[in-house]
T-cell receptor
Framework: GENVEQHPSTLSVQEGDSAVIKCTYS??????FPWYKQELGKRPQLIID?????GEKKDQRIAVTLNKTAKHFSLHITETQPEDSAVYFC????????????FGAGTILRVKS | GAVVSQHPSWVICKSGTSVKIECRSL??????MFWYRQFPKQSLMLMAT?????????EQGVEKDKFLINHASLTLSTLTVTSAHPEDSSFYIC???????????FGPGTRLTVL
């Protein structure tokens, strides 16, 4: 089955700097790659997603890139703010497997002011 | 919008009792709902996929007789943890997808503590 690896496990950045989180997946059938932000004790919130027919997607300070050949996708957050501090999860799913999400282990992002 | 609610938000029960958790899609019809479990400082692990009107599909290692799932309508799925034990204490989160689309919207989660 699908396996998603996520790095780094923790990331500390200074306010205003950029943060990059990377994920790799194993199953070439995966075609949907969402990123979720989860604050302590809260639900995961979808912040951006990308599908396999697109290489890059941007939404204000957040962008995601996808390299299907390398089975690699990344989250980029620019001009980080203290409220960006949270746990970020990448995930992958494939339509042929019923769109079940397989999550990465998560990255704790700390933005220091 | 795509709002998913869960009830209760937290529950404390005695070992051996059963607990039911409800997951509702408030403003859309959810053909498919998913149930996840999240232990402290860990990722979300899929337990089962629930399709309206049919039996749930459980992930490997998840006991279907212990975690009973019912998806009686397009807006409601329930998870019943039967004969709960302390090791079942966890954060249970549901998600719902509109029709057969891939985007999942998560509920706020239910914190289960079994004494």
């Amino acid at each position: 089955g699908e396996n998603v690896e996520q790095h780094p496990s923790t990331l500390s950045v200074q306010e205003g700097d950029s943060a990059v989180i990377k994920c790799t997946y194993s199953d070439s059938a995966s075609n949907y790659f969402p990123w979720y932000k989860q604050e302590l004790g809260k639900r995961p919130q979808l912040i951006i997603d990308i599908r396999s027919n697109v290489g890059e997607k941007k939404d204000q300070r957040i962008a995601v890139t996808l390299n299907k050949t390398a089975k690699h996708f990344s989250l980029h957050i620019t001009e980080t703010q203290p409220e960006d501090s949270a746990v970020y999860f990448c995930a992958a799913s494939a339509m042929e497997y019923g769109n079940k999400l397989v999550f990465g282990a998560g990255t704790i992002l700390r933005v220091k002011s | 919008g795509a709002v998913v609610s869960q009830h209760p938000s937290w529950v404390i029960c005695k070992s051996g009792t059963s607990v039911k958790i409800e997951c509702r899609s408030l403003d859309f019809q959810a053909t498919t709902m998913f149930w996840y479990r999240q232990f402290p400082k860990q990722s979300l692990m899929l337990m089962a996929t629930s399709n309206e009107g049919s039996k749930a599909t459980y992930e490997q290692g998840v006991e279907k007789d212990k975690f009973l799932i019912n998806h009686a309508s397009l807006t409601l799925s329930t998870l019943t943890v039967t004969s709960a034990h302390p090791e079942d204490s966890s954060f249970y989160i549901c998600s719902a997808a509109k029709g057969y689309t891939d985007t999942q919207y998560f509920g706020p989660g239910t914190r289960l503590t079994v004494l």
